[in-house]
């Protein structure tokens, strides 16, 4: 982090924001956690899909083609695939809350521009 001195009295940081290399991009579809016995914040991000089933058995029809499922494996309806997980305290939930609040305010915004333009919701 580097200081620099605006005119005036007026003190200002400069971050400098680096991607390693195995950045990962999440699609999140939302979390679950709590606190930890220290007291900070646990969040563990999850994505959700349909369960692939562990195996299933088809029927082959005579143009030897697969026909209707006759057995399936399958032990849950929705998996729910935990991407990454965070843990901060308050004072960073609080950064987070307002962020989140800007930018829910941003593509609302933008949801009503689309909308006038478009006659439909984008979201």
């Not at 809350?97 to 333009?117: F, G, T």
Request: hydrophobic fraction near 35%; charged fraction near 35%.
């Amino acid at each position: 982090m580097d200081r620099e001195n605006e005119t005036g009295n007026q003190e200002v940081f400069t971050f400098k924001y680096i991607f390693p290399a195995d950045l990962r991009e999440l699609h999140v579809n939302g979390a679950y956690g709590g606190l930890a016995p220290d007291g900070t914040i646990r969040m563990d991000l999850f994505s959700e899909r349909q369960a692939i089933p562990n195996s299933e058995k088809r029927v082959v029809k005579s143009d030897k083609t697969l026909g209707e499922v006759i057995e399936e494996d399958k032990k849950y309806q929705v998996v729910r695939i935990v991407q990454a997980c965070i843990v901060f305290n308050a004072t960073t939930a609080k950064s987070f809350v307002n962020w989140l609040k800007d930018r829910i305010a941003e593509s609302e915004k933008y949801q009503d521009e689309v909308s006038k333009l478009t006659g439909k919701r984008t979201d």
